[in-house]
């Protein structure tokens, strides 16, 4: 049974930073990809960043220069350092994990969409405050 639980979360001012943290348990994939994504009210779930088993990351242009994506196998533990908060950070967010990943295409990559991550965690509430 897998399962994904997200740490870290909080309230911060707007230039704050926060460090996300998701502990998987029962994974076995060698091969997959990792993803973070965040829902504010009333939008769309987005993919913010994914890492994949070689540790190659994607981000969204959104956190891209802000946000940083790691792992530590050892542990089991995905992060997602959040640099330069803004208040339009604010959302809750969730990691994922997606056992049939990564893809190719003329290299390899990890989706930013929902849709193909078949394990989620429950999520953890980020505000900003300006």
């Known amino acids: 049974q897998v399962q994904l639980v997200e740490s870290g979360g909080g309230s911060v001012q707007s230039g704050g930073s926060l460090r996300l943290s998701c502990a998987a348990s029962?994974?076995?994939?060698?091969?997959?990809?990792m993803g973070w994504f965040r829902q504010a009210p009333g939008k769309e779930r987005e993919g913010i960043a994914s890492?994949?088993?070689?540790?190659?990351?994607g981000y969204a242009d959104s956190v891209k220069g802000r946000f940083t994506i790691s792992q530590d196998n050892a542990k089991n533990t995905l992060y997602l350092q959040m640099n330069s908060l803004k208040p339009e950070d604010t959302a809750m967010y969730y990691c994922a994990a997606d056992p049939e990943g990564p893809y190719y295409s003329d290299g390899y990559y990890c989706l930013h969409t929902p849709v193909g991550y078949k394990y989620w965690g429950q999520g953890t509430q980020v505000t900003v405050s300006s």
């Open positions: 029962g994974y076995t994939y060698s091969s997959y990809c």
């Open positions: 890492i994949d088993n070689d540790g190659s990351t």
